[in-house]
């Protein structure tokens, strides 16, 4: 970056302190004063396992000791630890440690495939990495093993599955039992406008972007959550979404600390599962994707005996397009208020609604632009349109993201010359400042809320023996709102299933959610004019019946 560059951050850097949208407090410190006045209660509540306030800070504190020490991994400040763990109370003990250490989470989703994991290792220089003994029905040391033949350099933390770390914590092998290590100095953890949490997001081609995050984003994003939703200490939290990515880090890791709510978390989304954790808990905030509403109320409308949701008063739903009829039926039926906020990892949000807002502009449009976030819209050569209502929105504020981590080519694209940051949709404004959204300029595919590369896909079929091009389209789906359909043009006197596709993907470590869900074979790919694959004629292909072997 620029002196320039540098000095500008600087400047919206006090800005936003001196407006008060951002701060000194950091997470440890918000979980040490809900520990100190209410140590007994829960933090996190998971299946029978319950974690205390009280729980919570200690084990966070003895495991940021033992990442610290010269005995233990010996952390030292800034440096990268990989978290590769599911959706439990572990997950933000060790969220929490890591910041107290001193070091820089790199948050790994659950369903990473181990080619994904080997490029966020090696993208971030991880120094750490902190996973179970066991990921998904596979034993994580022979995959370490692989990955460091491979040339990657890496501490193994292995943490037991109940808790923080106990008898089972072992570093490389070498177990870190017996009495607690010394504490840390004081001053030794992440401040709030340092970098604290990199994690990954998917773009039109390559592998996935390191996106870096600062505290102080999601504690402005807090703010406009609280107002949003009209919460308070009393709620409890149900957040069925994963952790490292934005949504999941406010609504399960950020906001409820702060508020000094329970979260319930489930490792695995299960509609019924939900529903009854609801009904258990008397949760009464629901954080989830759309398509995971459409799953809950298809559940419920399914079920001989009603459950009960009285509780339940707001649910943040995103990711994905909000079907109003869907989300009008939900509202009716457990008597919820549904909100969301428009934005992305990167830019966190751009626009939200609000408990005050109707309910067609709840459900129809993305709701209020956010006046702090300074939206700006633009044509795809770059010039602000603003002024006409329609194109590529771009904010500038303080809910952004620092950018990507040593990507000097992906922040070109992402940022303005003047220093927006730009989303991958087309929007039009009202006059009001209502916000909806009306196309896409990016290359992706939006599956259960979930951004998945066209081009990521394209890569991975490709590489498949019987395949000499691959082109990935969308196709729509009741529930998921869109699946991911792969046309391939096959290699001289090869066949190919979707079976065996998908056996190969999975023995080359390609991350579940890039696994084509529909194969269609043609003799050739269509092309446009410059050689390129015609995906507009692909997408018409794609509405026809499957199996398609032309």
Same mark, same amino acid.
């Given at each position: 970056m620029?002196d320039?560059?540098? =000095?500008?951050?600087?400047s919206?850097?006090a800005e936003?302190?001196?407006r008060?949208?951002?701060?000194?407090?950091?997470?440890?410190?918000?979980?040490?004063?809900q520990?100190?006045?209410?140590?007994?209660?829960?933090?996190f509540?998971?299946?029978?396992?319950c974690?205390?306030?009280?729980?919570y800070?200690?084990?966070?504190?003895?495991?940021?000791a033992?990442?610290a020490?010269?005995a233990?991994?010996?952390?030292?400040?800034?440096?990268?630890?990989?978290?590769w763990l599911?959706?439990?109370p572990?997950?933000?003990?060790?969220?929490?440690?890591?910041?107290?250490?001193?070091?820089?989470?790199?948050?790994?989703?659950a369903?990473?495939?181990?080619?994904?994991l080997r490029?966020?290792l090696a993208k971030?220089?991880?120094?750490?990495?902190?996973?179970?003994a066991?990921?998904?029905?596979?034993?994580?040391a022979?995959?370490?093993?692989?990955?460091?033949?491979?040339?990657?350099?890496?501490r193994?933390?292995?943490?037991?599955?109940a808790g923080a770390?106990?008898p089972s914590?072992?570093?490389d092998?070498r177990?870190?039992?017996?009495?607690?290590?010394?504490?840390?100095?004081?001053?030794?953890g992440?401040?709030?406008?340092?970098?604290?949490?990199?994690?990954?997001?998917?773009?039109?081609?390559?592998l996935?972007k390191?996106v870096?995050h600062?505290q102080?984003?999601?504690?402005?994003?807090h703010?406009?959550?609280v107002?949003?939703?009209?919460l308070?200490?009393?709620?409890?939290?149900l957040?069925?979404?994963?952790?490292?990515f934005?949504?999941?880090i406010w609504?399960a890791?950020?906001?409820?600390?702060i508020?000094?709510?329970c979260?319930?978390?489930v490792?695995?989304?299960?509609p019924?599962?939900v529903?009854s954790?609801i009904?258990?808990?008397?949760?009464t905030?629901l954080a989830?994707?759309?398509?995971?509403?459409?799953?809950?109320?298809n559940?419920?409308e399914?079920?001989d005996?009603?459950?009960?949701?009285?509780?339940?008063r707001?649910?943040?739903?995103?990711g994905?397009a909000?079907?109003?009829?869907? =989300?009008?039926?939900?509202?009716?039926r457990?008597?919820v208020?549904?909100l969301?906020?428009?934005g992305?990892?990167?830019?966190?949000a751009?626009?939200?609604t609000?408990?005050?807002d109707?309910?067609e502009?709840?459900?129809r449009t993305a709701?209020?632009v956010?006046?702090e976030?300074?939206?700006?819209l633009?044509?795809?050569?770059?010039?602000d349109v603003?002024?006409?209502g329609?194109g590529?929105?771009a904010?500038?504020?303080?809910?952004?993201c620092l950018?990507?981590?040593d990507d000097?080519? =992906?922040?070109a694209?992402?940022?303005?010359?003047?220093?927006?940051?730009?989303?991958g949709?087309?929007?039009q404004?009202?006059?009001?400042?209502?916000l909806?959204?009306?196309g896409r300029t990016?290359?992706?595919?939006?599956?259960?809320?979930k951004n998945i590369s066209?081009?990521q896909?394209?890569?991975?079929?490709?590489g498949?023996?019987?395949?000499?091009?691959?082109?990935a389209?969308?196709?729509?789906?009741p529930?998921?709102?869109?699946?991911?359909?792969v046309?391939?043009?096959?290699?001289q006197d090869?066949?190919?299933?979707?079976?065996?596709?998908?056996?190969?993907l999975?023995?080359?470590g390609?991350?579940?959610?890039?696994?084509?869900?529909?194969?269609e074979?043609?003799?050739?790919l269509?092309r446009?004019?410059?050689?390129?694959?015609?995906?507009?004629?692909?997408r018409?292909?794609?509405q026809?019946?499957?199996g398609?072997?032309?």
């Amino acid at each position: 970056m620029t002196d320039s560059g540098q =000095a500008d951050v600087a400047s919206m850097t006090a800005e936003y302190h001196r407006r008060g949208w951002w701060g000194t407090t950091t997470i440890a410190d918000i979980v040490a004063g809900q520990a100190g006045s209410q140590g007994g209660n829960a933090a996190f509540a998971a299946g029978d396992h319950c974690l205390s306030w009280a729980e919570y800070d200690q084990q966070s504190s003895r495991l940021a000791a033992l990442l610290a020490q010269p005995a233990g991994a010996g952390l030292r400040r800034g440096e990268r630890v990989a978290v590769w763990l599911p959706d439990m109370p572990l997950l933000h003990v060790v969220y929490l440690a890591v910041e107290k250490a001193g070091g820089v989470i790199v948050g790994i989703g659950a369903r990473a495939g181990h080619a994904e994991l080997r490029h966020l290792l090696a993208k971030t220089n991880a120094t750490v990495l902190i996973s179970l003994a066991e990921h998904r029905g596979r034993g994580t040391a022979a995959l370490v093993e692989g990955l460091r033949a491979g040339g990657l350099t890496f501490r193994h933390l292995v943490l037991g599955a109940a808790g923080a770390p106990g008898p089972s914590a072992q570093l490389d092998g070498r177990a870190l039992d017996g009495p607690d290590p010394p504490g840390l100095p004081a001053g030794t953890g992440v401040g709030a406008d340092d970098l604290w949490l990199v994690n990954s997001t998917s773009g039109t081609t390559g592998l996935p972007k390191c996106v870096m995050h600062a505290q102080n984003r999601w504690m402005y994003f807090h703010q406009l959550a609280v107002e949003a939703g009209g919460l308070t200490a009393g709620d409890t939290w149900l957040s069925a979404l994963p952790s490292p990515f934005g949504f999941g880090i406010w609504t399960a890791h950020v906001t409820p600390a702060i508020l000094g709510c329970c979260t319930v978390l489930v490792e695995r989304f299960s509609p019924g599962e939900v529903l009854s954790l609801i009904a258990r808990h008397r949760v009464t905030v629901l954080a989830c994707v759309t398509t995971q509403l459409i799953m809950l109320l298809n559940a419920a409308e399914q079920r001989d005996v009603e459950v009960d949701l009285a509780s339940l008063r707001v649910m943040y739903a995103g990711g994905e397009a909000l079907p109003y009829d869907r =989300a009008a039926r939900f509202e009716d039926r457990f008597g919820v208020k549904v909100l969301q906020f428009f934005g992305s990892n990167e830019t966190g949000a751009l626009s939200r609604t609000t408990l005050a807002d109707s309910r067609e502009a709840r459900l129809r449009t993305a709701g209020r632009v956010i006046p702090e976030m300074r939206v700006r819209l633009f044509d795809e050569a770059g010039s602000d349109v603003t002024g006409t209502g329609r194109g590529i929105p771009a904010g500038r504020g303080p809910a952004t993201c620092l950018g990507y981590l040593d990507d000097a080519a =992906a922040n070109a694209r992402l940022f303005t010359p003047d220093g927006w940051m730009l989303m991958g949709d087309v929007v039009q404004l009202d006059r009001d400042g209502y916000l909806t959204v009306i196309g896409r300029t990016a290359d992706v595919i939006i599956r259960g809320g979930k951004n998945i590369s066209a081009g990521q896909v394209e890569e991975a079929v490709a590489g498949h023996p019987a395949v000499a091009l691959a082109g990935a389209v969308a196709v729509a789906d009741p529930v998921f709102g869109e699946r991911v359909c792969v046309f391939v043009e096959l290699a001289q006197d090869m066949t190919l299933e979707l079976g065996g596709l998908l056996g190969y993907l999975g023995e080359q470590g390609v991350s579940e959610e890039l696994w084509p869900e529909r194969l269609e074979v043609l003799v050739s790919l269509p092309r446009t004019s410059s050689g390129k694959v015609a995906k507009g004629e692909l997408r018409q292909l794609a509405q026809g019946p499957a199996g398609r072997q032309a």
